[in-house]
């Protein structure tokens, strides 16, 4: 006897999906039978990702956000939940980093990292949150009262890192947004969680892992490896189920064990 978990009828709200993880998060919660809205600055990409979802028989949307500007948050979720509906699942995932030593950080380096980060993440959840929060007090409509928000964090934000130590600032803090959020929200069948993923190969990245810093990187690793951006998805459907309805403000890595 398998077991299986349907997520049809849910509605996914992902952010930073135009490629990398959030492009990843979205196929799976499609291929699970979430209808997904995918959000990004750049539609052209989600465009094509939208395609390919519905190419696989999916239920896939696109909306224009920018998570530093307060008036396109605004904007995006509420043209989800006027043109899909109810907003049931958030996977929190836009980020940004930049390569330096503390001493070279400057202010608009520090501002760049942290707005995406950790303001921009901040009220992305505070709006879905606050519709879900409506629908479980009854004072708006829905089918689903309660909702699962899943924070997309870093290991980075467990274990300090030589060159990215704002990007881990940023991690840590949001992290405890996450069991902030939980704590207060929970009562309200309000899920909170985050991931915090080791290193995986994206198309971003994948240059990296060819060359001599990169190889001396995996071979500091546990088990000699990278991850694949499939490697999570398990993680992220459980997360985003009714199953997960005892799991609530759990950090959990996904590294291989790097930050033990």
């Known amino acids: 006897m398998a077991y299986t978990i349907d ?64 008036g396109s948050i605004k904007a995006a979720v509420a043209r989800a939940e006027t043109e899909v509906g109810s907003i049931d699942i958030l996977v929190n995932n836009s980020g940004v980093s930049t390569t330096q030593r503390i001493q070279e950080v400057s202010p608009d380096d520090y501002d760049f990292i942290f707005d995406t ?10 709006e879905v949150g606050k519709r879900m929060l409506a629908r479980a007090k009854g004072a708006a409509p829905g089918s689903y009262t309660g909702g699962r928000i899943i924070n997309i964090a870093s290991m980075a934000g467990l274990k300090v890192l030589p060159q990215i130590g704002v990007y881990c600032m940023s991690k840590a803090a949001m992290i405890q947004m996450t069991r902030a959020m939980a704590m207060e929200w929970g009562k309200f069948g309000i899920n909170v969680n985050a991931i915090c993923p080791g290193y995986i190969d994206t198309e971003i990245n994948n240059h990296h892992w060819q060359t001599e810093a990169g190889q001396k990187l995996v071979a500091m690793l546990p088990r000699k490896r990278v991850g694949k951006p499939e490697d999570l998805d398990a993680l992220i459907v459980l997360l985003a189920s009714a199953q997960s309805h005892f799991v609530n403000g759990a950090i959990i890595a996904a590294d291989d064990g790097f930050a033990i």
């Not at 190419?55 to 307060?70: I, M």
């Not at 980060?117 to 505070?126: H, I, P, T, W």
């Open 117 to 126: 980060n950790v303001k921009g993440a901040f009220f992305v959840a505070q």
């Open 7 to 70: 997520l049809s009828g849910r509605i996914a709200f992902v952010t930073g999906a135009s490629s990398g993880l959030g492009a990843q998060f979205a196929r799976t919660l499609a291929r699970a039978g979430a209808a997904v809205v995918l959000a990004s600055r750049r539609t052209d990409r989600l465009k094509e990702l939208r395609a390919e979802i519905e190419g696989e028989g999916g239920d896939a949307h696109v909306v224009e956000l920018d998570v530093t500007d307060q």
